[in-house]
């Protein structure tokens, strides 16, 4: 039934899970106990990756079907044992505004993992920092570079123009990691030899896109405004501000169906980029058996 609510114990924490059968998939019939089991199956993979990054949480209480929030804030009623970070408010470009604070969980363990799923936070949303052990922000530690497409470029076209990305990004001695983003694109990933403030690796991610969109216009572009992205593949180098934040790999997305944002070898790239066909939005199952055939592609260049 869907009231209905067990407790378990994860990893020496009490939880209560409430609601498993609960529909939060529609077109698929997914369940939140469905949910809560990717979730504890991908851990091993998942949680080096958010290891001491603020998480930003989005809330889907009613399934995809209904509404939605976005949550920085740990909630009230947060358990004692989670671990959250008090983060100045900043703006653009990474300075603090009025003294504001906010109080991020840190999700450093299964339980915390878990009991956020329970609040039917499918998306993990994460900063290109982490936080040091004094709990302040350390400078990024990677860019990133979100491809997203405008209709009717698709997933195809991403992966063309990841090609370039790469290439670009190569040449400044960065390694770039595919994620599929679990929606339309492409995000790529680099981490940085040495650390830079927010600003310079915004800067830096700018440079390429404005590299590209100067030498294809015809496919690239690396404007904003959503009238002029038609046909071609948007590449948003802003997410490397200090306010902004990325989904992780490997969390699900609130889509129509249970999506994730999957790691891919660069060999899944170019396959996508001479058919359209050749790659597609991969859902927690899929990934699931990815992981225990590859392992964690995102952990290591491919």
Not at 20 to 45: F, M, R, S, W
Not at 264 to 289: H, I, K, T
Request: glycine share 8%; proline share 7%.
């Amino acid at each position: 039934m869907a009231g209905e609510e067990v407790h378990v114990d994860v990893e020496g924490r009490t939880l209560r899970l409430t609601n498993l059968d609960k529909v939060l998939y529609p077109a698929t019939g997914t369940t939140k106990g469905e949910v809560l089991h990717y979730y504890a199956q991908i851990a091993p993979t998942l949680l080096p990756h958010l290891a001491d990054r603020a998480v930003t949480r989005i809330r889907w209480p009613h399934g995809v079907g209904g509404s939605s929030f976005f949550e920085k804030n740990a909630p009230s009623g947060t358990p004692s044992w989670v671990r959250t970070v008090s983060v100045p408010t900043t703006g653009s470009r990474g300075e603090s505004r009025h003294g504001d604070r906010l109080v991020f969980p840190v999700v450093d363990d299964l339980a915390t993992l878990t009991w956020l799923a329970n609040l039917a936070a499918l998306e993990l949303h994460v900063h290109q920092w982490r936080v040091g052990r004094n709990g302040r922000p350390r400078n990024p530690d990677r860019i990133v570079i979100d491809l997203d497409p405008g209709d009717p470029a698709g997933l195809h076209e991403c992966c063309q123009v990841a090609l370039l990305v790469r290439d670009r990004l190569a040449g400044r001695g960065l390694v770039a990691r595919p994620v599929t983003s679990g929606s339309k694109g492409l995000h790529l990933y680099a981490t940085l030899p040495q650390r830079l403030a927010a600003d310079a690796a915004t800067e830096l991610a700018k440079e390429v896109a404005d590299e590209l969109s100067a030498a294809r216009p015809r496919h690239v572009t690396a404007t904003m405004t959503k009238a002029r992205r038609g046909g071609k593949v948007f590449l948003d180098w802003s997410q490397n501000a200090a306010s902004k934040t990325t989904i992780t790999p490997y969390s699900l997305r609130g889509r129509e169906r249970p999506y994730v944002a999957a790691p891919v070898s660069w060999a899944e790239v170019e396959a996508g980029a001479e058919d359209p066909l050749g790659l597609e939005q991969l859902r927690f199952e899929e990934v699931l058996e990815r992981v225990a055939d590859l392992g964690d592609l995102f952990a290591k260049p491919t």
